[in-house]
T-cell receptor
């Protein structure tokens, strides 16, 4: 089975500042990795995913993430945040075989004007 | 593409009552997932359908929970004899077959409150 650890439960950041949300995973097999965003009272929306190939993945809304196999990490970054980025962010992992997705506990990003 | 829809969006019930939620996936998606999300937590996998077949169930899915997808289209999740611990957001997601199935599309969720 796989598991995900999101190291920061809350991240406050000033508008237009850079941000990094940390995610580490545990798995004995190769995995796919994902970042989702959840706005209040809404479902989850996919930001980006790593399946294979380039370890730097670019997603929507200016977000990107880097897969680091040796450190089993998949940290999410954005060079300049906006007020509209305030939301809950979830990292998720799925093994290459099987259908279960495992989510972290989430990081609440608050952008301060 | 109308997205994944879930009904109702909110449900308040008394302990011991039965509740049923419905999920309508994106039309060409043959894979459907149910998750439970409690406050401050990420979604937890409950069950997975491929077409009408329920192929995986989590240990979280107690005997009081049952899910169906009779025609391989919409799905229902029923909770019998609800308990206060069942209060949560219930999320549905769907995906395309095979390699495309790594991308899940989530519905807005049904928020359940058991009094």
């Amino acid at each position: 089975a796989q598991s995900v650890t999101q190291l920061d439960s809350q991240v406050p950041v000033f508008e237009e500042a850079p941000v990094e949300l940390r995610c580490n995973y545990s798995s004995s097999v190769s995995v796919y990795l994902f970042w989702y965003v959840q706005y209040p009272n809404q479902g989850l929306q996919l930001l980006l995913k790593y399946l294979s190939g380039s370890t730097l993945v670019k997603g929507i809304n200016g977000f990107e993430a880097e897969f680091n196999k040796s450190q089993t990490s998949f940290h999410l970054r954005k060079p300049s945040v906006h007020i509209s980025d305030t939301a809950e962010y979830f990292c998720a992992v799925k093994g290459l075989i099987g259908n279960q997705f495992y989510f972290g506990t989430g990081t609440s990003l608050t952008v301060i004007p | 593409d109308t997205g994944v829809s879930q009904n109702p969006r909110h449900k308040i019930t008394k302990r011991g009552q039965n509740v049923t939620f419905r999920c309508d996936p994106i039309s060409e998606h043959n894979r459907l997932y149910w998750y439970r999300q409690t406050l401050g937590q990420g979604p937890e996998f409950l069950t997975y359908f491929q077409n009408e077949a329920q192929l995986e169930k989590s240990r979280l899915l107690s005997d009081r929970f049952s899910a169906e997808r009779p025609k391989g289209s919409f799905s229902t999740l029923e909770i019998q004899r609800t308990e206060q611990g069942d209060s949560a957001m219930y999320l549905c997601a769907s995906s395309l077959p095979r390699t495309e199935s790594v991308t899940q599309y989530f519905g807005p969720g049904t928020r359940l409150l058991v009094l």
